[in-house]
């Protein structure tokens, strides 16, 4: 007896699993390389670099000398956050590359 569009379903299903547990590894993998990944953010034509993984983990900050102006930290705070924002538009570039198409929106 056949159930009404359920005919050979089993191989289906099987077929399923094979690609869910493919796209699995693969995110496992992109996750890996994107945490241990290094990016540069910089700033002021180099004055500050942020550095970030590709999961935008800041993992360092440099300045140098010539950006601190005691008398106006305000430029400063800009260049950091100009330096962060161009890092992590890197590491987001960088996990929509890695991760399996239909993933990248998750993190």
């Not at 089993?10 to 869910?20: L, W």
């Not at 005691?70 to 924002?85: C, G, H, Q, V």
């Amino acid at each position: 007896m056949k159930f009404g569009g359920f005919g050979g379903g089993m191989g289906n299903i099987q077929q399923m699993i094979k690609e869910a547990q493919k796209m699995q590894e693969s995110m496992k993998n992109a996750q890996a390389e994107l945490e241990t990944m290094i990016l540069n953010g910089e700033s002021g034509g180099g004055l500050v670099t942020v550095t970030v993984n590709g999961q935008s983990q800041v993992k360092a900050i440099k300045i140098k000398p010539q950006a601190v102006d005691i008398d106006d930290l305000e430029m400063l705070e800009d260049l950091i956050l100009s330096a962060y924002n161009n890092a992590c538009k890197m590491a987001q570039a960088e996990h929509e590359r890695l991760m399996p198409v239909g993933l990248n929106g998750i993190m």
